[in-house]
């Protein structure tokens, strides 16, 4: 079964403009995780928000969680052509180490 | 370099036969994982094992199996059972951590298409 499921499907923006993807799910977690895909390759880790934390930062990237609605958004600022891929949410179940993945939102950015 | 290994890269199976997916990891990693991507969707688990010699289904083992006799090495057999194969098939690992997070990494994929 699916855990998360991100919005939009797919989302085509120009460089330099802000890229909003959001993951919802549907039990309690131990952490959140947003991975990349470049098409045809394996996933690549970006970022990891565990069920305490609301916030978090790395780089472009700004991560949100809110545990009462179980969602989480990703924001990707000033982004760049090579920000063009797939990307995914994870959750890990409580008392599980199984990783479940969202469908992912497509990601193109012209220049 | 330490990562994951996936062999082969593009794969073509003839109906009815079984084959078999390797991967092999030197990362250390306790857990390993395989996942099944269609295109333009996202990843489905197949199976998953959390230490050698023991593996649990995930929530698409139908026509797969898999052994774990290497911390190493999780090889994923497509069985003739497997009705739809054609699809794209990644493995994984982790070193799972209720403090560090559940961090998982992947190998490039294998892409397998019958004929």
């Known amino acids: 079964s699916q855990q998360g499921e991100e919005d939009p499907q797919a989302l085509s923006i120009q460089e330099g403009e802000n890229a909003t993807m959001n993951c919802s799910y549907k039990?309690?977690?131990?952490?959140l995780q947003w991975y990349r895909q470049n098409s045809g390759r394996g996933l690549v880790h970006l970022i990891l928000i565990r069920s305490n934390e609301r916030e978090k930062h790395s780089g472009r990237l700004r991560v949100t969680l809110d545990t009462s609605k179980k969602s989480s958004s990703l924001l990707i600022t000033a982004s760049r052509a090579a920000d063009t891929a797939s990307y995914f949410c994870?959750?890990?179940?409580?008392?599980?180490?199984?990783?479940?993945f969202g469908t992912g939102t497509r990601l193109q950015v012209f220049p | 370099d330490g990562g994951i290994t996936q062999s082969p890269k593009y794969l073509f199976r003839k109906e009815g036969q079984n084959v078999t997916l390797s991967c092999e990891q030197n990362l250390n990693h306790d857990a390993m994982y395989w996942y099944r991507q269609d295109p333009g969707q996202g990843l489905r688990l197949i199976y998953y094992s959390q230490i050698v010699n023991d593996f649990q289904k995930g929530d698409i083992a139908e026509g797969y199996s898999v052994s774990r006799e290497k911390k190493e090495s999780f090889p994923l057999t497509v069985t003739s059972a497997q009705k739809n194969p054609t699809a794209f098939y990644l493995c994984?690992?982790?070193?799972?951590?209720?403090?560090?997070?559940?961090?998982?990494?992947f190998g490039e994929g294998s892409w397998l298409t019958v004929v």
């Open positions: 994870a959750t890990d179940e409580e008392n599980t180490d199984k990783l479940i």
């Open positions: 039990t309690s977690i131990n952490n």
């Open positions: 994984a690992s982790s070193r799972p951590g209720r403090t560090t997070g559940n961090t998982i990494y």
